[in-house]
């Protein structure tokens, strides 16, 4: 994806009107949630925490975690701030995939900013997929306890008209694991961002590196791949692994890592958080190759795994980034997630004694008919 930042800048409120100062607002210590070492996720984390230190004199400790339920337990435990988290976010705002269960159901998250991120089934060279369709009968490396990414490898097998009973599901412990299994010949293919920094060592590893393509023009295969998962959409990335210069792949488009607390964190603590994510941009903007799009009007904008938050809605709006109509999507947005944690509290008080077993297909079913009657 061909991005092109632009910045932002309301000089004039400095003399106008006492805004909230970020070096004084943040506190002086965080914790925050993200995926494994070596991830893209945690680069990025790790990129904007020294960024926060060396700016406000924040110090933040970055807690790794290869599930999204790992993220996601110390941000709704209050042990942790912030989340950089991927699809786990949309997943337990819907209380669906390992969410719907009677521990878990829909939670008011809430968003700071998403980077755009890319994703396709990613191939050793040697292994032969060259399409999505050429992964009938080869390994894919899933995570344990990631609906995050196995959902999304879900829905891209279907835009070559494939299943999980087509292929030979290997599923590791951790994300590390799993994305560095092709490496070691312990997989075929997988599905991630592009910029995982296991997949540079496969990239230069004698087995190579393919990203198969999900062209913008087979609708067909997007009907089937958005049936599974309705957060992405065609994308032409041209920072990836291995990619040489000037190429282009053909990629699907989503938010990772999405920056997620919850709804009841202090309005002012996350607008001070914006500010010094926006303030510090030129220090971490070349942390990675992809770092430049945290850019506020990219990662400021929708549609984002769940709602906003007012804290970071209100900044955007300062500095011009906010529209109507990303108003709109957001109470949109906002009144979805209403609607099936108002329904979660119900159903589940009804059916509390439902065997385990039963109960997710129950709720899925009843939280299709609660999204049938929001349209």
Known sequence: ???????????????????????QDLPDTMVWT???????????????ADAFGREFGTRVRIQPSGSGIGRLQPLLQGRADYGFLATEAFFMGEGAYDYATKEWGPRQLRAVAGRPAG??????????????????????????GNPSVN????????FGDLTLEDVEVVMFPTYAAAMSSMTRNESDATCTTP??????????SPRGIHYAPLEADNAEGWEKLLRVLPIMGPSDEDIAAGLPEGEIAKMAAYRYPVITTTKDKAEDE???????????YDLYKDGTATMGRWSLDLAGKPAMDVPFHDGAVRYLREIGVWTDEDEAWNQKRTARMDALVAAWDEFLEANSDMPDA?????????????LASLD
Do not use: H
Request: glycine share 4%.
């Open 1 to 23: 994806m061909n991005f092109t930042s632009f910045r932002t800048t309301v000089a004039a409120l400095a003399t106008c009107v006492a805004l909230p100062a970020a070096a």
């Open 270 to 280: 996350v607008y001070a958080f914006i500010k010094a994510l926006d303030e510090s």
């Open 34 to 48: 993200a995926y494994d070492v070596g991830s893209a996720g945690y680069a990025e984390a790790s990129a904007i």
């Open 119 to 144: 994703i396709t089934l990613i191939a050793a060279g040697d292994a032969g997929i060259d399409t999505v369709a050429d992964a009938r009968g080869k390994r894919i490396a899933f995570v344990a």
């Open 195 to 204: 910029t995982t920094s296991q997949l540079y060592e496969l990239a230069e």
């Open 151 to 158: 959902v999304k490898c879900e829905a891209i097998l279907a």
């Open 358 to 370: 039963e109960y997710a297909d129950a709720w899925m079913s009843r939280r299709a008919e609660v």
